[in-house]
T-cell receptor, first 115, second 117 residues
Framework: NAGVTQTPKFQVLKTGQSMTLQCAQD?????MSWYRQDPGMGLRLIHY???????DQGEVPNGYNVSRSTTEDFPLRLLSAAPSQTSVYFC??????????????FGEGSRLTVL | KNQVEQSPQSLIILEGKNCTLQ??????????LRWYKQDTGRGPVSLTI?????NTKSNGRYTATLDADTKQSSLHITASQLSDSASYIC????????????????FGSGTRLSIRP
């Protein structure tokens, strides 16, 4: 059982470039989300989805785009990378993101550096 | 504003010793509180979950306590091992009347624990 799989693990971009971070889960979870983790700060929510075709913004959505065409996949797109987007990105899923927040299952993380 | 604060920011102890990590929160109303362990270079993994009616929850050498009146939680690690070296994150879920409760989860910034042989 793979759980939550993120790719790539490491990426270096130049300012202005675009890219997509991939996230897939095989647990049939309704809820999927993207977080960024910066030193000295708690995980901050970028975007989330409560099911296929349904997405919404989190705390820090600017510069990022998401879509959810299937239950399994939830890619995160960086439209025009900026140095402020240098961070570690985590995808997380939960069997319950609706009325009661269930346990979050995290991927291994994607470390992004923007030069 | 709902907040979760953890202390200390970092802690170094010798292998075999006990330690206690603190979490204070201002989240209200409150649904549940989890402690996650995050190994270096890995994603966080849930250790314990506590609802407002629970005072203590154990998971092996990890024991979490909760005082809903003072809005404080602690994570006690007994007989520490080298593998306990990690960041420990306190995560609070507010009681939310809507169909996206997981999006309201609030994370503390974590305590970095280092175990020395």
């Amino acid at each position: 059982n793979a759980g939550v799989t993120q790719t790539p693990k490491f990426q270096v971009l130049k300012t202005g470039q675009s890219m997509t971070l991939q996230c897939a889960q095989d647990m049939n979870h309704e809820y999927m989300s993207w977080y960024r983790q910066d030193p000295g700060m708690g995980l901050r929510l970028i975007h989330y989805s409560v099911g296929a075709g349904i997405t919404d913004q989190g705390e820090v959505p600017n510069g990022y785009n998401v879509s959810r065409s299937t239950t399994e996949d939830f890619p995160l797109r960086l439209l025009s990378a900026a140095p402020s987007q240098t961070s570690v990105y985590f995808c997380a899923s939960s069997y319950s993101g609706g009325w009661t927040a269930g346990e979050l299952f995290f991927g291994e993380g994607s470390r992004l550096t923007v030069l | 504003k709902n907040q979760v604060e953890q202390s200390p920011q970092s802690l170094i102890i010798l292998e075999g010793k006990n330690c206690t990590l603190q979490c204070n929160y201002t989240v209200s109303p409150f649904s549940n509180l989890r402690w996650y362990k995050q190994d270096t270079g890995r994603g966080p993994v849930s250790l314990t979950i506590m609802t407002f009616s629970e005072n203590t929850k154990s998971n092996g050498r990890y024991t979490a306590t909760l005082d809903a009146d003072t809005k404080q939680s602690s994570l006690h690690i007994t007989a520490s091992q080298l593998s306990d070296s990690a960041s420990y994150i306190c995560v609070v879920s507010p009681l939310f009347e809507g169909y996206s409760s997981a999006s309201k989860i609030i994370f503390g910034s974590g305590t970095r624990l280092s175990i020395r042989p």
